[in-house]
């Protein structure tokens, strides 16, 4: 949550900065602002609400330094106002920060009570005096951060003006991500790579504990205990034009789109076909270690938590392995029993979210091997894994992850497959079958994208009103109902459940009447006809139902008040054309109410507090 990024070289930073928050905004969009060293000391400009009142600010008070730093925020602490946005000022200090401090009631009463005037509700603020603090002893800036950031608990990650150092930022974190970004004659930073990658695909990644001095000609880069660290750059090999929108209206529908292709790239050089089985070196298992596996945990939050609800069914079903999900802040602090013998995959998109971190790093801390699924390239979940392999999707930019939840199914597949061929649990013509559907799964959902789109936009138009609508499937179809709901509540606002369709009976039946719509997922499966009995229930409770039905299947669709067509496929590859009409019918509700698609109110993309 929140976005910072910062730019030391020769060109005017405020383009620059501006430009790196607008890639940043998915993090939070509360109120916006903007530090630059100019001739004389350092200058502030602040605004409530998105960067487009920060812009319109800076168009009357322009900022013509080269050095600089800026914020997108989302509130912790202290509601969204001008006073509460960063950057934080502090005597020649300024500071932007991403995190939480946890100490910093503490800290802010001992600082009043030594005299120091705090004018925010901020955590961020306290750095910023305690900083100043220690420029006030005599100290450098490097130094007085070092010092300063040993009082602090909590996630940080920080970008520090000081105005006697008028050439250089300096950065640190513990927790929250920062990325280093060189190139000729300047160095920037940022929360996220999307922000640099239009000024180089040279990266480097701030690890907890370090602290870098930015410099124009490059950074030095030690531990806060001065230790010196050698770090050399990686080449990020997404290109600036993946995170535009391309023509499309929102980055959520540019993103649904972009699937096939996703799943592509993801599945690209994995799939062996020869000897039907998955190549993937990455893992960092042996075959004698996929042998001994006694239990996979899958770890994750949101989105993500449902891919691993599929991926369980897979594993159970295809490797017979038994497997369970958590909820990664669930598993944090209640002494879950995790130990050797354990593989938890730790799914997540950003890999960053700070429960599914946690929870891992508790799970690795108690001997089991930690396996990370992400898609940012060197984020700090995969950093502290065994071992990761990576989901192949380009940046995701909508807060509404659609084109990373599908590659997550992707890799929980291919993973269950693997593990499959290791145990011995899967033949050779079932896991034939299963790399050639996933082979063609990517043509699969583009021969069908348009076509749905315009179906569920007409169906939209009947249900747009809505206040509550159920989703049910059974097996690998209930996380898909699951995800179908998340996805209508974050961006439309609409009230919405996902349920096993078989426990419609068990109590959300009294919820149905003739206002609510209940979309049922009924590919032809093994529970194809249990699910159409629960469908019947909710007919006769005057429900109407939304149908996604397998194309051709009149017995199905003569049910349905409405249906979606989606592709016959192999019942284990059916969340993969499920979800696409889902996700196409939360983002026409949400675009028929006109809310803001792809920064829907109070979400971050990124969830770095706990
Ligand atoms: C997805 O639409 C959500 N914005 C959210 O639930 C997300 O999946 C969750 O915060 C986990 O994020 P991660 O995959 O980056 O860990």
């Not at 400009?45 to 800076?58: D, P, Y």
């Given at each position: 949550m929140c976005g910072i990024v910062g730019h030391v070289g020769a060109e005017k930073a405020t383009p620059i900065l501006l430009d790196g928050l607008r890639r940043l905004e998915y993090r939070g969009y509360d109120s916006a602002g903007l530090a630059v060293h100019a001739s004389d000391g350092i200058e502030i400009?602040?605004?409530?609400?998105?960067?487009?009142?920060?812009?319109?600010?800076?168009s009357e008070k322009g900022l013509l330094g080269t050095v600089g730093i800026g914020h997108t925020r989302w509130a912790t602490h202290g509601r969204p106002s001008e006073v509460n946005a960063?950057?934080?000022?502090?005597?020649?200090?300024?500071?932007?920060?991403?995190?939480?401090?946890?100490?910093?009631?503490?800290l802010r009463a001992e600082l009043e009570a030594s005299g120091f005037t705090i004018a925010s509700d901020t955590d961020t603020e306290i750095i910023a005096h305690l900083i100043h603090r220690e420029t006030q002893a005599g100290h450098d800036m490097v130094t007085a951060i070092r010092h300063s950031l040993g009082h602090v608990e909590g996630a940080y990650a920080i970008a520090v003006l000081s105005e006697r150092e008028p050439n250089r930022i300096v950065v640190a974190k513990s927790a929250s991500p920062l990325v280093i970004g060189v190139s000729n004659g300047a160095t920037y930073c940022a929360s996220d790579i999307p922000a640099l990658l239009p000024y180089t695909n040279e990266m480097v990644f701030l690890e907890d504990s370090e602290i870098a001095v930015l410099e124009a000609e490059g950074f030095t880069l030690t531990k806060l205990d001065g230790t010196p660290v050698s770090r050399r750059s990686r080449k990020i090999s997404w290109s600036p034009v993946m995170a535009e929108k391309d023509g499309y209206k929102h980055f959520m529908l540019k993103e649904i789109f972009e699937q096939p292709r996703a799943l592509e790239d993801t599945l690209r050089g994995r799939l062996d076909r020869e000897n039907a089985d998955i190549f993937t070196p990455e893992i960092g298992l042996s075959e004698d270690d996929a042998k001994r596996i006694d239990r996979v945990i899958l770890l994750a939050c949101g989105t993500s938590h449902h891919a691993t609800i599929a991926g369980r069914y897979w594993l159970?079903?295809?490797?017979?392995?038994?497997?369970?999900?958590?909820?990664?802040?669930?598993?944090?602090?209640?002494?879950?029993?995790?130990?050797?013998?354990?593989?938890?995959?730790?799914?997540?998109?950003?890999?960053?979210?700070?429960?599914?971190?946690?929870?891992?790093?508790?799970?690795?801390?108690?001997?089991?091997?930690?396996?990370?699924?992400?898609?940012?390239?060197?984020?700090?979940?995969?950093?502290?894994?065994?071992?990761?392999?990576?989901?192949h999707a380009g940046p995701e930019i909508g807060v509404a992850s659609t084109k990373c939840f599908m590659t997550q199914l992707a890799n929980l597949l291919m993973f269950s497959i693997?593990?499959?061929?290791?145990?011995?649990?899967?033949?050779?013509?079932?896991?034939?079958?299963?790399?050639?559907?996933?082979?063609?799964?990517?043509?699969?959902?583009?021969?069908?994208?348009?076509?749905?789109h315009l179906m569920v936009t007409d169906i939209v138009r009947d249900f747009s009103e809505a206040r509550d609508v159920l989703f049910l499937g059974r097996g690998l179809s209930f996380p898909m109902a699951l995800e179908g709901a998340l996805k209508l509540k974050e961006i439309s606002y609409v009230h919405a459940e996902g349920y096993a369709a078989g426990e419609m009976k068990h109590g959300p039946i009294a919820l149905l009447d003739a206002h609510v719509p209940v979309v049922v997922l009924m590919p032809q499966d093994r529970h194809y006809d249990r699910v159409s009995s629960n469908m019947?229930?909710?007919?006769?409770?005057?429900?109407?139902?939304?149908?996604?039905?397998?194309?051709?299947?009149?017995?199905?669709?003569?049910?349905?008040?409405?249906?979606?067509?989606?592709?016959?496929?192999?019942?284990?590859?059916?969340?993969?054309?499920?979800?696409v009409p889902l996700q196409l019918y939360a983002y026409c509700v949400a675009d028929h109410k006109g809310t803001d698609v792809d920064q829907p109110r109070n979400l971050a993309k990124t969830v770095t507090v706990e």
């Open positions: 400009v602040r605004a409530v609400g998105k960067l487009r009142n920060l812009e319109k600010a800076l960063h950057p934080h000022i502090a005597g020649p200090i300024a500071v932007v920060h991403n995190g939480i401090i946890e100490n910093h009631l503490e159970e079903e295809l490797a017979k392995v038994p497997a369970i999900t958590e909820l990664a802040s669930e598993f944090r602090g209640r002494d879950a029993v995790v130990g050797e013998g354990d593989l938890v995959i730790a799914v997540s998109q950003s890999g960053e979210t700070i429960d599914t971190l946690m929870a891992a790093k508790e799970a690795k801390e108690r001997g089991a091997k930690v396996l990370a699924i992400a898609n940012v390239n060197g984020s700090a979940i995969p950093r502290m894994a065994d071992a990761s392999f990576y989901t693997w593990l499959g061929r290791r145990r011995g649990t899967i033949d050779d013509a079932q896991a034939a079958e299963l790399v050639e559907g996933l082979a063609r799964i990517p043509h699969v959902i583009a021969e069908r994208l348009r076509e749905t019947q229930e909710a007919r006769a409770r005057e429900a109407k139902i939304i149908g996604v039905t397998t194309a051709g299947d009149t017995q199905a669709q003569s049910l349905c008040d409405r249906f979606v067509e989606v592709a016959p496929t192999h019942e284990a590859l059916s969340p993969f054309v499920t979800v």
